[in-house]
């Protein structure tokens, strides 16, 4: 997958290397592109894979309201050089630079790549001849298929005129080389985001200064006020900020109170009895005085007698 870029910020997916298809969303004050690519190589059988520029007119569609789109059915074959086409809400718009209304059965193509998108008829007319639309109003919206568009290594540029710009818009057709993208189709629609953005003509020219014939076809024009506002892209909500969660307070559990040990009660000691010569009962003390006196006077005679 490859991401090709132009100056107005026209962004290209390819798909692969038979197909390209675009949705382009540019920025604000820019326009908005659209473009699918279903290549071909065949100049005799019309490409059978419309998915990606179909795609693309369908996201164009998509960004208008009430618009309508010339398929060139009505349209007389042989008519060349100037054609007018009104659109509704979008007046008129006029075609120059030696086209012609050319016609090509369902299922075939002109023998060069060419032929028609929806029916059987086609504007067919030279990128590189001066091919111009000038329109009677500013408008807001330009889309168009082309068939056949740079098989002899052209770049598609187309030039916006309004009341007081002009810009040069780049188409990122696939180049080709040698009829090598015979037959291709694509899809280009630009929409204007402001008013200093509209323009009242559209001028085609390729890079390579030399002519390159395609079938210009469906066409769609729109006025600015066909133009759907753009919806704002959403944005992100900010994630908001968590407030830090409060720690629990934890609350212990009342334990069990202790039940305090029953103090040991001593054992009662057992009374010593007491010595009666110790502790003299209270009616011997006369007697024991009387005893010990008659002891001294007896130790006092023995002395006397010696």
Avoid: H
């Amino acid at each position: 997958m490859k991401l090709l870029k132009t100056a107005l910020s026209l962004t290209a997916i390819v798909t692969s290397s038979v197909a390209v298809c675009l949705a382009v969303s540019a920025p604000a004050q820019a326009y908005r592109m659209f473009l699918g690519e279903d290549l071909n190589s065949n100049p005799w059988i019309p490409t059978s894979n419309r998915t990606n520029s179909q795609a693309a007119e369908a996201a164009f569609l998509s960004n208008l309201t009430g618009v309508g789109t010339e398929t060139f059915e009505s349209q007389i074959t042989g008519t060349n050089n100037l054609l007018n086409v009104s659109f509704p809400g979008a007046g008129t718009a006029t075609l120059s630079g030696n086209g012609r209304i050319s016609s090509v059965p369902v299922g075939w193509t002109n023998g060069v790549g060419r032929y028609a998108v929806s029916g059987t008829q086609f504007w067919e007319v030279d990128a590189g001849g001066r091919f111009t639309i000038n329109f009677s109003q500013q408008v807001g919206a330009f889309g168009f298929y082309g068939v056949d568009i740079g098989d002899f290594g052209g770049q598609l540029t187309l030039t916006l005129t309004g009341a007081s710009t002009t810009k040069q818009v780049t188409v990122n057709n696939t180049i080709g080389s040698s009829g090598s993208t015979d037959g291709s189709m694509l899809f280009f629609g630009i929409i204007a985001e402001t008013m200093e953005e509209a323009f009242s003509s559209v001028s085609f020219s390729m890079s390579t200064g030399q002519g390159d014939v395609f079938a210009f076809d469906n066409m769609t024009v729109g006025g600015l006020s066909q133009v759907k506002t753009p919806e704002p892209s959403p944005q992100p909500s900010p994630e908001p900020t968590p407030e830090p969660s409060p720690e629990p307070t934890v609350t212990p559990e009342p334990g069990p109170s202790p039940t305090p040990s029953p103090s040991a009660t001593p054992a009662p000691q057992p009374t010593q009895p007491t010595d009666p010569v110790s502790v003299p009962e209270p009616g011997s003390i006369g007697a024991l005085f009387l005893v010990g006196a008659m002891g001294v006077l007896g130790l006092g005679r023995r002395r006397r007698a010696d």
